[in-house]
């Protein structure tokens, strides 16, 4: 009986060794998470949509401090302002990050420039129209994303049958995204011919990432029911982008419509992170570096969290599934 997996053509392509991946979470995957899974095995990508250009250069740096196996910057272009997109895009170029994954629209001048200098390109998808786009326009790798995915989810179907519609129209290697959050969910997308599954929620709740503390109890104590898909956290994000989230008093309604006129006085302000004010509706999640009333904050989960038992270094949490996922496809 193998006691990990084998590593697939996505592997290949990225300089991985297990066919899975970190999902390239805004604000909590940072350095610390990504080098951990990275030196368990696995792929991660740096969250780094609308970041400074000073934090992804201290990141980067970081991540190669911690290890020299390869890593991913995840840019999101339709939720950046467009001078900064450009420049984050420019700062990948010059610190040749391996490796870019591109997620909601279908940006081709993005991914013609980040192919043209070199760098590989995935795109996470929520359709197979969106895998046709992505494919034409020169992704070289694709996630399928399901709707049981936590934060933001750009499609509506089942991972399952999204899975299979665009691994038939796929000319390139596909991942898996979606509630997966076990050995038995991996081993199902690997059966189903995923070359990858990617992790979110189940590596929000590690030692190593930059999600609060707070944000981590709630998942340990969650159950998929408790998540629920909302366009209520929206500020700076396009219209109707949905996300998925514990619900919460926003999600109940009892801090007023989200899309109701702004009061008099500005946006409700409910936490800080060094300076910057963190506001009421904002798609900003708890943060290690953040006060403030997490309560009300998105509290990002997909609906394998019910499989999350306990906070948990991530290297250990990598292996666990990898073991998981080995001994369920052996049988």
């Known amino acids: ?20 991946l970190l999902a390239g979470m805004g604000g909590v995957a940072r350095s610390e998470l990504v080098a951990a899974v990275t030196g368990a095995g696995a792929f991660g990508f740096l969250g780094m949509v609308r970041e400074p250009l000073a934090l992804i250069e201290r990141e980067v740096a970081q991540v190669r401090a911690r290890t020299d196996l390869p890593f991913g910057v995840n840019l999101i272009p339709a939720a950046t302002p467009a001078p900064l997109l450009r420049e984050q895009v420019g700062l ?16 081709r001048a993005v991914v013609e420039r980040l192919r043209g200098a070199g760098i590989t390109v995935v795109h996470q998808v929520g359709s197979v129209q969106d895998a046709l786009d992505a494919q034409e326009a020169g992704a070289q790798a694709l996630i399928a994303q399901g709707v049981e995915a936590g934060g933001h989810v750009r499609g509506r179907q089942p991972l399952a049958g999204l899975l299979a519609g665009v691994l038939a ?9 979606g509630g997966l959050a076990d050995g038995r969910d991996v081993a199902r997308v690997l059966a189903a011919g995923a070359q990858a599954a990617v992790l979110g929620t189940a590596l929000i709740a590690t030692h190593e990432s930059f999600a609060h503390d707070y944000h981590k109890r709630r ?7 408790d998540t ?7 500020v700076n994000w396009p219209p109707h982008a949905a996300v ?12 007023g419509d989200p899309f109701g006129p702004a009061p008099a006085t ?3 302000v409910i936490g800080e992170e060094e300076g910057r004010p963190i506001h009421l509706f904002s798609t900003d999640s708890p943060l290690r570096s953040m006060t403030g009333d997490f309560e009300a904050m998105a509290l990002y989960a997909g609906r394998g969290v019910d499989r999350i038992a306990g906070v948990e270094p991530a290297a250990d949490c990598v292996r666990r599934i990898a073991a998981e996922a080995a001994a369920q496809l052996a049988r």
Do not use: K, Q, Y
């Open 1 to 20: 009986m193998h006691d990990t997996l084998p590593p697939t053509d996505l592997c290949r392509l990225l300089g991985c060794r297990l066919p899975l």
């Open 92 to 107: 990948c170029i010059t610190l040749r990050v391996p490796v870019v994954c591109l997620f909601w629209d279908v940006d």
């Open 169 to 177: 129209a796929a000319r390139v290697p596909v991942a898996a995204a």
């Open 219 to 225: 998942l340990v104590a969650a159950r998929a029911s």
């Open 228 to 234: 629920l898909l909302t366009e209520d956290f929206h």
């Open 244 to 255: 998925r989230v514990l619900r919460n008093s926003v999600t109940r309604g009892e801090r």
């Open 266 to 268: 500005g946006p409700a």
